[in-house]
């Protein structure tokens, strides 16, 4: 099992892709080295209702991803690396920030390969200074053990649940086995945080966050993928069902996801979900 003295960024095996890399005096395959890189924070009011609600999300952005997915909505923060590294001390001072300016909860958006280091910040703050939930914002391509070390760390979990398929996961990012990971780490997520906790005013304060991107020309993906998770995990969670895909990055003029998603398709994905009781 993993925890924040096993981790060895010298050989690092954060995430599934388990590469070995020395990110002490170079680079990961996920294109992160030894400090902390972000591309911005903000008070975010466009997530899901209960982690934007009234004040916003304090979203952190970090720069980099163990994955490569051709469809990459952030395409300039994950693929080409716009970013700038920071200190602990100047992450922790972003977070508490955030939570003076009113955010409801600290979002660390695409935070896989930094995991290590948001566990030894929150180490020192969560409970104490820092006051409010922490959300783990991820593509879910994530080893069982890193969720396993951010357990009493993370209070709210929202992971992409992509694809359904290893031949989906192949041929759209860089991994052939984001499958079985993704289903492996979803049932991890749930067993810490649970079905979503809200507050009294309707604001996460835990659980688990399910998202899934509907792709042009893949509703049989996301058919199997909603099976599995009304099977495996239950349909008593919050599902984020998106419909907002657009062509970006390496998806431009792709034969399949080289187009919007047409209403028909998004249809398709809600029978889906009203099917398994979503």
């Known amino acids: 099992m993993l925890s924040v003295n096993t981790i ?85 001072e972003i977070m508490l920030r955030l939570q003076s300016d009113g955010a409801h909860n600290i979002n660390f958006v695409t935070p896989t390969h930094y995991s290590i280091h948001i566990a030894q910040a929150l180490k020192k703050i969560k409970g104490k200074e820092l006051k409010i939930p922490t959300l783990y914002n991820c593509s879910g391509y994530e080893k ?13 979990y929202m992971p992409d649940a992509k694809f359904y398929s290893n031949s989906a996961g192949s ?62 995990i239950g349909n008593d969670i919050y599902l984020s069902l998106m419909s907002q895909y657009h062509p970006a990055g390496n998806s431009v003029g792709h034969p399949v996801i080289g187009r919007r998603l047409n209403p028909g398709e998004y249809r398709d994905a809600q029978k889906a979900a009203r099917k398994y009781g979503f």
């Open 8 to 92: 060895n960024l010298k050989q690092c095996n954060l995430c599934p892709l388990s590469c070995g890399a020395d990110r002490i005096s170079g680079k990961g395959r996920c294109g992160a080295g030894k400090d902390i890189e972000i591309s911005s924070w903000n008070l975010h009011f466009g997530e899901e209702p209960p982690v934007s609600g009234t004040k916003g999300s304090g979203t952190i952005f970090f720069t980099h991803c163990s994955l490569r997915c051709i469809f990459c909505q952030n395409y300039p923060i994950s693929h080409l690396g716009n970013g700038k590294k920071i200190t602990e001390q100047k992450f922790i």
């Open 144 to 156: 069982t053990e890193t969720i396993k070390m951010l357990n009493g760390l993370i209070d709210i």
């Open 171 to 232: 041929a759209l990012c860089r991994a052939d086995n984001y499958a079985l990971v993704n289903r492996k780490a979803l049932k991890e997520m749930y067993l810490q945080a649970g079905e979503l906790v809200l507050d009294e005013n309707g604001i996460a304060v835990k659980g688990l966050i399910l998202r899934h991107l509907v792709l042009p020309g893949h509703t049989g993906e996301t058919e199997k993928m909603l099976k599995f998770i009304y099977e495996d």
